[in-house]
């Protein structure tokens, strides 16, 4: 199993600019999520979604949208970038629908810098 | 306001010494989760508790429900323990993490 795979891995914008990061799992888990992590403020939930066709908002989710077609791919959408949004983005995964999750899987973080 | 806090910030502790990192949360939990960020950005699970203790090598994690609070323990502390401990706190279906706990293990 390769896990949670996340591309890419840094990736320069300028202001106005849109891109997805990708983010895919090969677990079969419900459960996948977004986060970026700034220095000082630790990780912050963006969007999440327990399943296919089932997103919904997390802490921070202004300029970022998600789908969630298919169980295994749960892409991030930046539609204009700013640079409030330089930072660096996970994705995690993890078992289960249900209130209580199993642990968290997480891919290897995407660096973005918008300029 | 934050939901969930850690302390220490910052630990420098020798090889072998044992180690203490406390995490407390304000938040209704349906579980609590200690999770390692290597030096080079990588996160992995540690522990996931709802109640009691759990050990895995010279990791223990324990929690109080009641005190909303958890510790993080590691024994006989070695290098390649140098990282940062993060907890986070699993209301459901959202997470809340903490800053974490930058530890250094010095030979």
């Known amino acids: 199993n390769a896990g949670v795979t996340q591309t890419p891995k840094f990736q320069v914008l300028k202001t106005g600019q849109s891109m997805t990061l990708q983010c895919a799992q090969d677990?079969?888990?419900?459960?996948m999520s977004w986060y970026r992590q700034d220095p000082g403020m630790g990780l912050r939930l963006i969007h999440y979604?327990?399943?296919?066709?089932?997103?919904d908002q997390g802490e921070v989710p202004n300029g970022y949208n998600v789908s969630r077609s298919t169980t295994e791919d749960f892409p991030l959408r930046l539609l204009s970038a700013a640079p409030s949004q330089t930072s660096v983005y996970f994705c995690a995964s993890s078992y289960g629908r249900g209130g209580s999750r199993e642990k968290l899987f997480f891919g290897s973080g995407t660096q973005l810098s918008v300029l | 306001k934050n939901e969930v806090e850690q302390s220490p910030q910052n630990l420098t502790a020798q090889e072998g010494e044992f180690i203490t990192i406390n995490c407390s949360y304000s938040?209704?939990?349906?579980?609590l989760h200690w999770l390692q960020q290597h030096p080079g950005g990588g996160i992995v699970s540690l522990f996931m508790?709802?109640?009691g203790k759990k050990k895995h090598g010279r990791l223990i994690a324990t929690i109080n429900i009641q005190e909303k609070h958890s510790s993080l323990h590691i024994t006989a502390s070695h290098p390649r323990d140098s990282a940062v401990y993060i907890c986070a706190a699993n209301t459901g279906n959202q997470f809340y993490f903490g800053t974490g706990t930058s530890l250094t293990v010095i030979p």
């Open positions: 979604s327990v399943g296919a066709g089932i997103t």
């Open positions: 508790l709802s109640s």
């Open positions: 938040v209704g939990i349906s579980a």
């Open positions: 677990m079969n888990h419900e459960y």
